[in-house]
């Protein structure tokens, strides 16, 4: 069973930095393009950043480029997203999901449960 | 960037009923459009990639289609454990945008 599981969340001050996990079972990680999702307090989903299977390419969302910082451990089958300076609009619940892929088409096939990041002084 | 629009925001309907949900992108993405469920406290969940391919262990009451640049997502006959917000996703494009979402809501 693919299971996602995401931790490091919690409560940071402008400024401040946090990094995120997520681990990953039940698949081969290292086959498998990897993203954060995030999702602010009652609102809509937002992608913000995609990893390949092999590290590299990577992208950013033109609101967290420069600020956060993706990366991945296939030998760990673990995803990190690192947060520099974030800002009260980086409060969100944040997903890692598995990009899928079939006949062409790609998609996020697998989400974590979230991991709340409140950005607070 | 590709701009993804859904209409309507909300609605209310009620078990038993057949529902419509639009996805209009700004741009041509082919059929590169994906479909999410996602219900209160929970992660989203895929429903449909390609515009039209039922992901596998997913009702068939929902459904997908496309003409041009607008897409719909359709439940034939609604299920209590339907109601949830829905979210449909460009994959034409990095980024790869989603739209706002619809909450559907039990009349």
């Known amino acids: 069973e693919v299971q996602l599981v995401e931790s490091g969340g919690g409560l940071v001050q402008p400024g401040g930095s946090l990094r995120l996990s997520c681990a990953a079972s039940?698949?081969?990680?290292?086959?498998?393009?990897m993203n954060w999702v995030r999702q602010a307090p009652g609102k809509g989903l937002e992608w913000i950043s995609s990893?390949?299977?092999?590290?590299?390419?990577?992208y950013y969302a033109d609101s967290v480029k420069g600020r956060f910082t993706i990366s991945r451990d296939n030998a760990k089958s673990s995803l990190s997203l690192q947060i520099i300076s974030p800002r009260p609009e980086d409060t969100a619940v944040y997903y890692c999901?598995?990009?899928?892929?079939?006949?062409?088409?790609?998609?996020?096939?697998?989400w974590g449960q979230g991991t709340l990041v409140t950005v607070s002084s | 960037d590709i701009q993804m629009t859904q209409s309507p925001s909300s609605l209310s309907a009620s078990v038993g009923d057949r529902v419509t949900i639009t996805c209009r992108a700004s741009?041509?993405?082919?059929?590169?459009l994906n479909w999410y469920q996602q219900k209160s406290g929970e992660a989203p969940k895929l429903l449909i990639y390609?515009?039209?391919t039922l992901q596998g262990g997913v009702s068939s009451r929902f459904s997908g289609s496309e003409s041009g640049t607008d897409f719909t997502l359709t439940i034939s006959s609604l299920q209590p454990e339907d109601f949830a917000t829905y979210y449909c996703?460009?994959?034409?494009?990095?980024?790869?945008?989603f739209g706002q979402g619809t909450k559907l809501e039990i009349k």
């Open positions: 741009q041509s993405i082919s059929r590169n």
């Open positions: 390609g515009a039209s």
């Open positions: 996703q460009q994959s034409h494009t990095t980024p790869r945008t």
């Open positions: 999901a598995r990009a899928g892929y079939r006949f062409g088409w790609d998609y996020f096939d697998s």
């Open positions: 990893i390949s299977e092999s590290g590299n390419p990577i």
């Open positions: 039940g698949f081969s990680f290292s086959n498998y393009e």
